[in-house]
């Protein structure tokens, strides 16, 4: 079954209903397709909800003319499946595995993508993970954006993921990151600390100092500066989502080059010279890699380091700002 789209146009007579999860109910059953507030309040959540030109509130009615798109997703099977794709593994035994995710690849099934990432693979690869934590995430006690390459570990026995759990939770690792971002004259390194959170205008983002925020800490270094770009390289302290990309826009104002959520690709196309805009113009990811990944093996307590390069077009970009000093 596939997930079903719908698209309600507001008109004036609409506004009488006052509150939008009222209208979205009613609209919905003309359609025969019966939903409750609360499941038009989960859809809401789950972001499955939205209107082009402006912020939903589901205790007001939009303005008249506003397009309002709903997806409900089809029925899914409570476990993840297996799936035969490519995995690019750098270290295993029998409690873990160490992967080199590449950008463009989800991490877990979620809302928009059943299929197709890195659990479902791992799956493949490894027949006895169900089980393994959550049932839709066996295995994974952290993740990577969609966009973000880079290591990642995952736990094949429930042991295991309850020591990689403890250790994310107290910080006892070493994640280290590379970013090409706009913007010069930095401050050769320093912290960025703030809470962050969930941002209430834009259910895709994250914000800085907003209500329910969590602390987040982030070390930085500027390796080499270009001519619009800098070369950073970040130290994570806490791992709350998408911590790199808001603290680097909201603190130092300086987002990473082609992040569609929280810069402006097309301005950022602009602004680099025309042979690093003939590399990146295409690539729809932001340019952020999880390059180092350290921790003590919470079996075999065992010292573990695994270092990887960025993606080839990372490096293109990298050699062609270099080669431009």
């Known amino acids: 079954m596939e997930d079903k789209n719908f698209s309600f146009k507001i008109e004036d007579e609409d506004l009488a209903y006052k509150r939008l999860d009222l209208f979205l109910v009613s609209a919905l059953k003309k359609l025969d397709e019966v939903v409750s507030r609360q499941q038009i309040k989960n859809l809401f959540k789950q972001e499955m909800?939205?209107?082009?030109?402006?912020?939903?509130?589901?205790?007001?009615?939009?303005?008249?003319?506003?397009?309002?798109?709903?997806?409900i997703p089809a029925p899914r099977a409570a476990k993840a499946i297996a799936e035969d794709l490519p995995l690019d593994i750098m270290f295993e035994d029998e409690h873990l595995l160490i992967i080199n995710k590449a950008a463009g690849m989800v991490t877990h099934p979620a809302p928009g993508n059943y299929t197709g990432t890195l659990v479902n693979a791992v799956l493949f690869h490894c027949h006895d993970l169900q089980g393994v934590g959550n049932e839709l995430r066996p295995g994974i006690?952290?993740?990577l954006d969609k966009g973000t390459s880079g290591i990642m570990v995952?736990?094949?026995?429930?042991?295991?993921?309850?020591?990689?759990?403890?250790?994310f939770s107290t910080h006892q690792l070493t994640r280290k990151y590379e970013a090409l971002v706009m913007g010069i004259k930095n401050q050769v390194a320093g912290e960025l600390n703030s809470s962050i959170g969930r941002n209430p205008n834009n259910r895709l983002k994250m914000a800085i100092h907003v209500p329910n925020s969590k602390?987040?800490?982030?070390?930085?270094?500027?390796?080499?500066?270009?001519?619009?770009?800098s070369h950073f390289e970040l130290k994570l302290e806490t791992g709350r989502t998408h911590q790199i990309r808001v603290h680097l826009t909201s603190l130092l104002k300086r987002p990473v080059f082609m992040d569609t959520l929280y810069g402006n690709p097309k301005q950022d196309l602009q602004r680099v010279s025309e042979s690093i805009c003939n590399?990146?113009?295409?690539?729809?990811?932001?340019?952020?890699?999880?390059?180092?990944?350290?921790?003590?093996h919470p079996i075999t307590k065992e010292e573990l380091d695994f270092t990887i390069q960025p993606p080839l077009i990372f490096q293109q970009v990298l050699d062609e700002a270099r080669t431009a000093l």
């Open 279 to 296: 590399i990146a113009q295409n690539y729809q990811y932001p340019f952020l890699h999880a390059k180092q990944l350290g921790f003590i």
């Open 49 to 71: 909800m939205y209107a082009k030109d402006c912020k939903l509130e589901l205790k007001k009615m939009p303005r008249t003319g506003t397009i309002v798109e709903v997806i």
């Open 141 to 143: 006690v952290h993740r």
């Open 215 to 229: 602390h987040a800490h982030t070390y930085y270094k500027v390796l080499q500066e270009f001519e619009t770009l």
């Open 154 to 167: 995952v736990a094949k026995t429930q042991e295991t993921h309850n020591g990689l759990t403890k250790l």
